[in-house]
Nanobody
């Protein structure tokens, strides 16, 4: 499994950004795809997840209502649309994947639940 995350950048507070995670290496229909982030000096934290089959979505309370996770089956790509960005959203964002869905989703907030990771993409929100 290979995951490649991209789309980070510098954005002003209140702005929007869309991250992408291109997945390859196998069929992902039985996988859960997740986004995590890690700010300087902090632990990696769960942001959002999506069950590839069916499209059920899950969010951290801190981003609920502002971020949207989605997937494009044809492109094998997962997106994280981030709106109303805040300075505290500044972090390196990582995409992750693993299976089976029930086990992963039951412990989705734990980064150790996911075995496959992409490289991070930096999101910086300025005031």
């Amino acid at each position: 499994v290979q995951l490649q995350a991209y789309g980070g950048g510098l954005v002003q507070a209140g702005g929007s950004l869309r991250l992408s995670c291109a997945a390859s290496g196998r069929t992902f229909s039985s996988y859960v795809m997740g986004w995590f982030r890690q700010a300087p000096g902090k632990e990696r934290e769960f942001v959002a997840a999506i069950r590839w089959s069916g499209g059920s979505t899950y969010y951290a309370d801190s981003v609920k209502g502002r971020f949207t996770i989605s997937r494009d089956n044809a492109k094998n790509t997962v997106y994280l649309q981030m709106n109303s960005l805040k300075r505290q959203d500044t972090a390196i964002y990582y995409c992750a994947a693993d299976s089976p869905p029930t086990a992963i989703l039951s412990n989705r907030h734990n980064p150790a639940s996911f075995g496959y990771w992409g490289q991070g993409t930096l999101v910086t929100v300025s005031s």
